[in-house]
């Protein structure tokens, strides 16, 4: 009985036995599932942490019918398609233009801005808009990149065919952040006219300015832009007809002045404007403007991938056809080059002193 007994016991030992491997193969078989798990967290949050290393980049530009705005989708286009090697994620918006795109880099609510030669210079050397804020010595240049013409667009049915004709009329000068409203009041004044007391001065954005001219709210609207432009095609091709304004008498201005040259709008680019022949008035140069505070890295892989696909560049809007490397690192630069985009130059051969 007693050998029966000690058999039974040796069962159920036995039994107790393969219980107690068969729960410790099915911990061991959770316990390596949990493990191939978390493993799978941490490489997850490993491309997280790439990520996160991107280095995020904003763009000011002008209104979304302008040119500016295609200046910042070419760079952000450009830039966002290497992020493999220059680890940027480049975002641009739409702003109210030169004045503001200068503040925001200065202040810190943007890294670059597409900015008026003309109001680079006076934001560095404290004048106009910054005359009581004084230098603005974090300005900084980048490159420029086409010319732009001081437009004046009027409608066909008014009489007004050259400036002295703007007496007394409903005129758009342009918004008080955007860079062309310095250009309309130079062009009044040097004509001999107080934009306060001479015209009806509108201080309105451009889209609103194209509305009210289509809609016979205003006379006549100055535009600073590269041509063509969406902005324009659409001012000059509404139910209202529109014609162009010659500038002209301006010699002294441009004489005087670091950054106003001859220009002319061709017409061949805006089919359905009155005009007949190429239109004088003057112009300024589109640049691309930062602070001291953006890192040297990060300007030079911009500037560096303008250059270096600047042909795909050229490409993407009529108005940046022409553009010449060796011009847009001279021409139109009056704030100081940022770093990154000098050592960018030199290794190009771009600059030499
Ligand atoms: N030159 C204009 C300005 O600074 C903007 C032109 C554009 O958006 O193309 O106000």
Not at 193 to 205: F, K, L, N, S, Y
Not at 265 to 270: C, E, G, N, Q, T
Not at 326 to 348: D, I, K, N, T, W
Request: charged share 20%.
């Amino acid at each position: 009985m007693g050998g029966g007994e000690t058999a039974k016991t040796r069962i159920r030992r036995l039994g107790a036995f393969i219980a107690v491997v068969a729960v410790l193969v099915v911990l061991l078989l959770l316990w390596q599932t949990l493990r191939r798990r978390s493993a799978d967290a941490v490489s997850t949050a490993g491309s997280d942490r790439t990520t996160g290393d991107l280095a995020f980049v904003s763009i000011g530009t002008g209104a979304v019918t302008g040119v500016y705005y295609q200046v910042g989708g070419a760079i952000m286009k450009l830039v966002n398609a290497k992020q493999a090697e220059y680890s940027l994620n480049v975002t641009f918006k739409a702003t109210e233009g030169s004045v503001y795109n200068i503040d925001a880099v200065l202040n810190g609510d943007l890294d670059f801005g597409v900015v008026q030669s003309d109001r680079q210079y006076q934001a560095y050397n404290g004048l106009s808009e910054w005359a009581e804020r004084g230098m603005q010595m974090e300005l900084r240049a980048v490159c420029s990149f086409y010319p732009e013409a001081v437009t004046l667009v009027a409608g066909a049915d008014t009489d007004i065919r050259a400036l002295e004709n703007l007496k007394g009329k409903r005129v758009g000068i342009g918004d008080p952040e955007s860079g062309l409203r310095g250009n309309a009041l130079d062009v009044l004044s040097t004509f001999g006219m107080d934009w306060q007391t001479d015209i009806q001065a509108q201080g309105m954005e451009i889209l609103q300015s194209i509305k009210a001219l289509q809609d016979g709210q205003i006379d006549a609207f100055f535009y600073t832009v590269g041509h063509p432009a969406v902005v324009i095609t659409e001012a000059t091709s509404g139910t209202r007809k529109a014609r162009f304004v010659p500038i002209t008498g301006m010699d002294n201005l441009i004489r005087t002045s670091p950054y106003y040259a001859a220009a002319k709008i061709p017409v061949k680019l805006y089919p359905k404007v009155e005009n007949t022949e190429d239109v004088p008035t003057i112009g300024v140069m589109t640049t691309l403007v930062t602070s001291t505070r953006v890192p040297d890295q990060v300007v030079y892989c911009i500037a560096k991938e303008i250059f270096q696909s600047l042909p795909e560049f050229k490409a993407m809007h009529p108005a940046f056809a022409d553009m010449v490397p060796q011009e847009m690192v001279r021409h139109g630069l009056s704030a100081p080059l940022h770093v990154g985009a000098q050592r960018y130059f030199r290794e190009a051969g771009l600059l030499t002193d």
